[in-house]
């Protein structure tokens, strides 16, 4: 006879969801499962409901409380049979926060800086092509298709595939780097050349990079995402493209750069000197 939790794993499976969603959903059910001293099968919506309300009050996210749910509603209709009642709950506001953008100067001299050709390439990577930092880890040679000048982001966040551009000074680095590291597989691999480069490395080479440029602000290697996106909405491209290369489904999400964006003010006409 299978625990819940292999069940609940089994069924999570079954739907693919991908191992970080796996990951969550079996720690919020540990959460909820440990507040009542109890097995989570046990523990009815008006009890689940009363733990998220109790959360919301002592400043948990608006992520929490989704992700409780969803791992709740999983247990319910696909491990118990149940039928599921959405839970009303009235959730914490999420904080609007703005990205940080770095200028292209600032992004240049971080992803220059480094003498390492590797660690330059994985940066550069980051900036010129809006990646995220698990879709880098996650290239292979064969996703470079220099050709058409584009890169195959493969089973990325939502497990979906998608195009993005491959720049020209980019290229010529990576070539550069391919002669000297000869990859096989993947194209940034760790200590062994079966293994994938890791996050906390790539982590390190930024930090590295931020102290040897003197550059202060708050960034992480999404950072250099957002200021691809950032970069290519004042340089004139199209908020829909953007969408697409960054791989959002929703274009709510990318809308997001059109706060950043600096504008130039000479060029703003007012309407008190617009000819009617």
Known sequence: MKTIRE??????????YSPRTVATYLSCLT????????SPDKIDLERVK?????????????????QTIGAVKVLHEGVLKRRWEPL????????KKLPII???????????ILPNLKHRSILTLGYSAGLRISEVINLKVNHIDSSRMQIRVVGAKG???????????????????????QPKDWLFSGMKPASQYSVSSIRKILKQACEKTRINKKISY???RHCFATHLLEQGTSIQIIQ???????IRTTSIYLHVQQYKLDQVISPMDIEL
């Open 159 to 181: 497990k979906k595939d998608r195009y993005t551009v491959l720049s020209k000074s980019t290229l010529d680095l990576l070539r550069n780097y391919y002669k000297m590291y």
């Open 244 to 250: 697409q290369l960054l791989g959002h489904a929703n």
């Open 102 to 112: 770095l200028s292209q100067q600032e992004v240049k001299s971080i992803v220059t």
């Open 222 to 224: 999404h950072t250099l």
């Open 50 to 66: 009363a733990f998220l309300h109790h959360s919301v009050l002592n400043g948990c996210s608006v992520s929490f409380v989704n």
């Open 31 to 38: 959460g909820l499962s440990k507040h009542y001293n109890e």
């Open 7 to 16: 069940r609940l794993l089994q069924e999570m499976q079954f739907r693919n």
């Open 88 to 95: 009303s709950i009235k959730r914490p506001r999420r904080e």
